[in-house]
């Protein structure tokens, strides 16, 4: 069963389980903040697409000062709870919370960059290409969208070391078969190549990987100057 990201239960628990799901997590978002710190301007408005219970939020706006955000999620209980640790830090009037897809956003929204974690392994092969899409139209010539998501592997030994990596990082072994069985119904998972390819029918003008755990990969796409 998909795990209901609207339930109170499931995204008061969500920032501890999920440093025992995702390995490496702390450093994949050490390596998101440096990239946009490297691409980006001083003053720069940042989209983060399904910005969850707003860790990645909290961390980039102690960050940089000069940033601002516009964060969507469709969970309406996920944005509550990122809009109360970013209220707690004092830094709600740097960022704009919206319960919509990408999509609803103004289509002349430009931003300097985008972020997608952990959400396009959620989203059906039929529409992730036009999820892309939909980002690439609201970016700025140059900007940056970076991605972070489970991608397939023809080996089923990496899900087997998955699991045994997510058991030293706290899951107990019949949690790590749930969540094994889970990225099998509940995830639309591409081969890394198929991903990059979908970027870049998109529209972006050149994609690579920033980052990989095991069957994780990031990558940065940009969009032509």
């Given at each position: ?31 998101i ?21 707003g ?11 000069d ?15 990122a809009?109360?640790?970013i ?29 997608l ?60 078969q ?6 099998h ?24 990987s ?16």
């Amino acid at each position: 069963m998909a795990k209901d990201f609207a339930h109170p239960d499931v995204v008061d628990q969500y920032d501890q389980h999920i440093l025992k799901l995702i390995p490496g997590y702390h450093l994949v978002h050490q390596q998101i903040a440096v990239l946009l710190e490297s691409y980006l301007p001083q003053r720069a408005h940042i989209l983060v697409v399904g910005c969850g219970t707003g860790y990645e939020l909290a961390a980039l706006l102690a960050l940089q000062s000069d940033w601002t955000f516009t964060a969507t999620d469709l969970s309406a209980t996920m944005l509550e709870k990122a809009q109360a640790k970013i209220s707690a830090m004092g830094q709600a009037h740097r960022v704009q919370f919206i319960q919509a897809d990408v999509h609803q956003l103004p289509a002349d929204a430009q931003f300097d960059a985008a972020l997608l974690i952990l959400v396009a392994h959620f989203i059906a092969h039929t529409d992730k290409t036009a999820l892309f899409q939909q980002i690439y139209l609201r970016l700025a010539a140059g900007a940056i969208l970076l991605s972070y998501d489970l991608m397939q592997s023809p080996r089923t030994e990496d899900l087997s070391a998955l699991a045994k990596l997510c058991q030293q990082q706290g899951l107990s072994a019949i949690q790590s078969q749930k969540m094994l069985q889970r990225l099998h119904d509940d995830f639309y998972v591409d081969d890394s190549a198929v991903y990059q390819q979908r970027l870049l029918d998109s529209g972006f003008a050149t994609v690579s990987s920033y980052s990989q755990v095991l069957c994780y990969q990031g990558f940065l796409a940009q969009k032509s100057r």
